[in-house]
């Protein structure tokens, strides 16, 4: 049997590749922004920081859609299928490959936000200052600021987590049920799953932008169960994967053939 580090290699490999195909039109992208702005005289202190961002929020829709169909090739693909490992090690590590890919890019994208912020520091440190002045005057603020960013944190894994396993759940069960269809219906059979995979994001999505709008409304005056909102919120998603998970490894083990 393959082991648990050298399957994670394996799979983690390319889904890093696709990352840094990314990254670098990322760059690419900043740097022309930059030097066009420049040119043109419109570039202000904050400017550099605010396009990264920008950037980086296409950068982190591109890297979710593109680790999620990597992934679903996998489970189809005979030469990941005929590797000596379980379908649920297969599945998990699968899962974790594409967590790894995408904590990957954001960590790049973080550094970058770093770097553009270099030329304007001092900015930057007078922001900080200005900030901490501010928590200073306000018991517990910084202790519930933790709390809050760890939880939205988690809740943002969370919601990722949930995204995949739903998507999996869902192609698998549709390879599984057209294997049964004629050409014919298999299209339209296929067209109705979109629609669920598009139900699903919205739901997900809901949940977390409730939990996290609740979380801003009182941001200038945390409490516990506010807080608290942020980790219940991801144990019930992670919950859901969890459920979703054993449903997709069943499928894997008794109905899902490799496609090429």
Same mark, same amino acid.
Not at 66 to 92: M, Q, W
Not at 114 to 142: C, R
Not at 202 to 221: A, C, E, Q
């Given at each position: ?5 050298? =399957? !994670?290699? %394996? ?12 990254? #670098? +039109?990322? *760059?690419? &992208? @900043? ?63 699968? =899962? !974790?490959? %594409? ?12 550094? #970058? +936000?770093? *770097?553009? &912020? @270099? ?142």
């Amino acid at each position: 049997m393959t082991s648990f580090y050298s =399957l !994670l290699k %394996s799979l983690t490999r390319p889904k890093i590749t696709l990352m840094n195909r990314i990254l #670098l +039109i990322d *760059v690419i &992208a @900043i740097v022309l922004t930059i030097l066009y702005q420049v040119y043109r005289g419109t570039m202000g202190n904050e400017t550099p920081i605010a396009d990264t961002m920008s950037y980086g929020m296409v950068v982190g829709f591109a890297a979710f859609v593109l680790l999620s169909r990597n992934s679903e090739h996998i489970f189809v693909s005979d030469s990941y299928r005929l590797i000596p490992a379980s379908d649920t090690k297969l599945y998990s590590v699968n =899962l !974790l490959s %594409s967590f790894i890919g995408l904590m990957y890019a954001g960590i790049i994208q973080a550094i #970058l +936000i770093f *770097v553009t &912020a @270099i030329p304007f520091w001092n900015e930057v440190m007078k922001s900080l200052k200005d900030f901490a002045d501010y928590a200073a005057d306000k018991p517990d603020f910084i202790q519930n600021l933790l709390y809050t960013g760890t939880g939205a944190l988690l809740l943002a894994i969370a919601a990722n987590v949930l995204l995949w396993t739903s998507i999996t759940l869902i192609h698998l069960t549709g390879n599984a049920l057209t294997a049964f269809l004629p050409d014919s219906r298999q299209k339209f059979f296929r067209f109705v799953l979109y629609v669920v995979v598009v139900v699903a994001f919205l739901y997900v999505s809901s949940i977390v932008v409730n939990r996290v709008d609740g979380v801003i409304d009182h941001f200038f005056n945390l409490n516990g169960d506010t807080i608290a909102s942020l980790y219940y919120a991801t144990v019930y998603l992670l919950g859901f994967a969890a459920l979703e998970s054993v449903g997709s490894v069943y499928l894997l083990k008794h109905w899902v053939e490799t496609g090429d």
